[in-house]
């Protein structure tokens, strides 16, 4: 078993919470929590919606943020939770927003009743716009 994957149990505990003590979503009730192992280390995030629906922001991005925040530039793995019937994947923003920082990192994702589904991030973005077609 690959460390990463020993990990995965964390990653989604740690989604979880985030989910629990911090989703703020009165509009949609979808209430998602995320996680990215990001250099080792764990950071996790919530959905945060307002009344003016763009400025809304997906519990990934928060996660990423918090990763960032602390001088993370590279994930390896990122795990999705929420109450639906079935696993939920990112976004297409938040896949985006996701690449830049791993293409290549492990998604999972887990739904409310523990169903779960694994993926590459390049499996679910292919063809990715990246810092590469920027020439960096």
Same mark, same amino acid.
């Given at each position: 078993m690959s460390a990463l994957t020993e990990r995965v149990d964390e990653l989604l505990a740690?989604?979880?919470d985030a989910m629990e003590?911090?989703?703020y979503a009165p509009y949609s009730n979808f209430n998602v929590g995320a996680a990215v192992l990001a250099?080792?280390?764990?950071?996790?995030?919530?959905?945060?919606e307002n009344a003016s629906?763009?400025?809304?922001?997906c519990a990934e991005r928060? /996660?990423?943020?918090? #990763?960032v925040n602390a001088g993370k530039r590279s994930i390896d793995a990122v795990a999705v939770v929420s109450r639906a019937d079935e696993?939920?994947?990112p976004c297409g923003g938040c896949?985006?927003?996701l690449n830049e920082f791993g293409p290549d990192m492990a998604v999972t994702v887990e739904s409310g009743n523990g169903q779960r589904a694994e993926w590459r991030l390049t499996e679910?973005?292919?063809? /990715?716009?990246?810092? #590469?077609?920027l020439g960096k």
């Open positions: 740690a989604a979880s003590r911090g989703s250099e080792g280390e764990v950071f996790a995030g919530a959905n945060v629906y763009p400025m809304s922001v928060n /996660a990423v943020a918090a #990763a696993p939920t994947p896949r985006q927003v679910i973005l292919p063809h /990715a716009f990246g810092p #590469a077609n």
